[in-house]
């Protein structure tokens, strides 16, 4: 859409087209042009974005990649990030229980399949997973992956070497852990771990073999800088993954009372990403429907994957309004088999396909 615009001259290629078509070329974006990214004009929305679809569709073309996330373990949490519904120094009313059995988390693994996601998420709260939140994992992994062929991804706190290796045996495929912010705001966020546990986990996923994923949340009354920071320094760990969340401002938490974005704002945040990261997956996370609401179509012209259905603690939109967005684009999704094949088709049809319109 935005680069027929282009082409048939309705929005003039300039400079962020011009950048875009540097870094295709070889060049990298710098720190300072990041920042020049976010404190950008809004008039130049339109054509920021041209900018990061051209990079995007230069990777990847017009695919998205779906996600579906299980919260396998809710609450219980030992650590005071002030973002999160489920730590220690939360009062919001939420779910807690320990880890799901296994018959639950296939069980989930086959509700993301028949979401027609492409990677299913095993998600637990806590510092560090358990021994038996080891064995429950490990163990539930090769039967999902036999049964459905999904790429797994497993988001378990910190992660020691031998933890990393043992995730990478049973056949995970990529390991969260997000940075969350820029090195200097991070004691603003969080005290009882630090930075450099969370770089320190991510290098130990990386020498296991393991794929990265790792990201951040806007809006956490951090400045742009620190967020540029941030992307810098996941462009310097090689993190192929990277889900940019934006605030949701839950009751109970130290954030409940933040507002800092709009719409405009979090989608210069998104083609920031693509700018400094052009070849790596960027997935636009939670929140995005509270502050993107009406441009969340825009988004994917920035980023190529999204999360289907809800998040840990909070809903997310109906997944036939995902679908109905991403086939309004023209674009097409990228799901698994059960030998674990990548196929690109259309989203379902929303009006003939029932798993399109549950909750």
């Given at each position: 859409?935005?680069?027929?615009?282009?082409?048939?001259?309705?929005?003039?290629?300039?400079?962020?087209?011009?950048?875009?078509?540097?870094?295709?070329?070889?060049?990298?974006?710098?720190?300072?042009?990041?920042?020049?990214?976010?404190?950008?004009?809004?008039?130049?929305?339109?054509?920021?974005?041209?900018?990061?679809?051209?990079?995007?569709?230069h990777y990847?073309?017009?695919?998205?990649?779906?996600?579906?996330?299980?919260n396998?373990k809710?609450?219980?949490?030992?650590?005071?990030?002030?973002?999160?519904s489920?730590?220690?120094i939360?009062?919001?009313?939420?779910?807690?229980?320990?880890?799901?059995?296994?018959?639950?988390?296939?069980?989930?693994?086959?509700?993301?399949?028949q979401?027609h996601?492409?990677?299913?998420?095993?998600?637990?709260?806590?510092?560090?997973?358990?021994?038996?939140?080891?064995?429950?994992?490990t163990?539930?992994?090769?039967?999902?992956?036999?049964?459905?062929?999904?790429?797994?991804?497993?988001?378990?706190?910190?992660?020691?070497?031998?933890?990393?290796r043992?995730?990478?045996?049973c056949?995970?495929d990529?390991?969260n852990?997000?940075?969350?912010?820029?090195?200097?705001?991070?004691?603003?966020?969080?005290?009882?771990?630090?930075?450099?546990?969370r770089?320190?986990?991510?290098?130990?996923?990386?020498?296991?073999?393991?794929?990265?994923?790792?990201?951040?949340?806007?809006?956490?009354?951090?400045?742009?800088?620190?967020?540029?920071?941030?992307?810098?320094?996941?462009?310097?760990?090689?993190?192929?993954?990277?889900?940019?969340?934006?605030?949701?401002?839950?009751?109970?938490?130290?954030?409940?009372?933040?507002?800092?974005?709009?719409?405009?704002?979090?989608?210069?945040?998104?083609?920031?990403?693509?700018?400094?990261?052009?070849?790596?997956?960027?997935?636009i996370?939670?929140?995005?429907?509270?502050?993107?609401?009406?441009?969340?179509?825009?988004?994917?012209?920035?980023?190529?994957s999204?999360?289907?259905?809800?998040?840990?603690?909070?809903?997310?939109?109906?997944?036939?309004?995902?679908?109905?967005?991403?086939?309004?684009?023209?674009?097409?999704?990228?799901?698994?088999?059960?030998?674990?094949?990548?196929?690109?088709?259309?989203?379902p049809?929303?009006?003939?396909?029932?798993?399109?319109?549950?909750?």
């Amino acid at each position: 859409m935005i680069k027929g615009l282009i082409d048939q001259g309705a929005i003039p290629a300039g400079r962020w087209s011009q950048r875009a078509q540097r870094i295709l070329g070889g060049e990298l974006m710098t720190p300072a042009e990041a920042n020049e990214i976010l404190d950008s004009p809004r008039e130049e929305i339109l054509e920021l974005l041209s900018g990061a679809y051209r990079l995007r569709s230069h990777y990847f073309g017009n695919r998205v990649q779906l996600y579906f996330l299980v919260n396998a373990k809710s609450g219980i949490c030992p650590e005071d990030c002030h973002y999160c519904s489920q730590s220690k120094i939360s009062d919001a009313e939420i779910p807690k229980y320990k880890i799901l059995s296994e018959d639950e988390l296939l069980e989930g693994a086959r509700r993301a399949a028949q979401l027609h996601s492409r990677t299913y998420c095993i998600v637990i709260s806590g510092r560090s997973p358990t021994p038996q939140e080891m064995r429950t994992v490990t163990s539930v992994v090769p039967k999902i992956k036999q049964e459905l062929g999904l790429h797994i991804c497993a988001c378990l706190g910190l992660l020691t070497p031998d933890l990393a290796r043992e995730l990478k045996a049973c056949g995970v495929d990529r390991v969260n852990h997000n940075l969350n912010t820029g090195e200097d705001h991070y004691e603003e966020i969080c005290t009882t771990h630090t930075y450099a546990d969370r770089v320190e986990t991510l290098q130990a996923v990386r020498d296991a073999g393991l794929e990265m994923c790792s990201g951040g949340i806007i809006g956490m009354g951090e400045q742009h800088e620190h967020i540029v920071q941030m992307a810098f320094a996941l462009r310097d760990l090689g993190v192929q993954s990277i889900p940019v969340n934006f605030l949701n401002p839950i009751d109970g938490t130290p954030l409940e009372d933040r507002n800092d974005l709009d719409p405009i704002k979090s989608l210069q945040h998104l083609a920031m990403f693509r700018f400094v990261n052009p070849d790596r997956e960027i997935r636009i996370a939670g929140g995005r429907e509270i502050q993107l609401r009406s441009l969340q179509p825009l988004g994917l012209f920035a980023a190529n994957s999204i999360f289907v259905g809800d998040y840990l603690t909070t809903k997310g939109q109906l997944p036939a309004r995902d679908y109905q967005m991403i086939a309004d684009l023209g674009f097409q999704i990228v799901v698994r088999n059960e030998r674990g094949e990548e196929i690109v088709c259309d989203p379902p049809e929303v009006r003939n396909d029932p798993l399109a319109i549950v909750t």
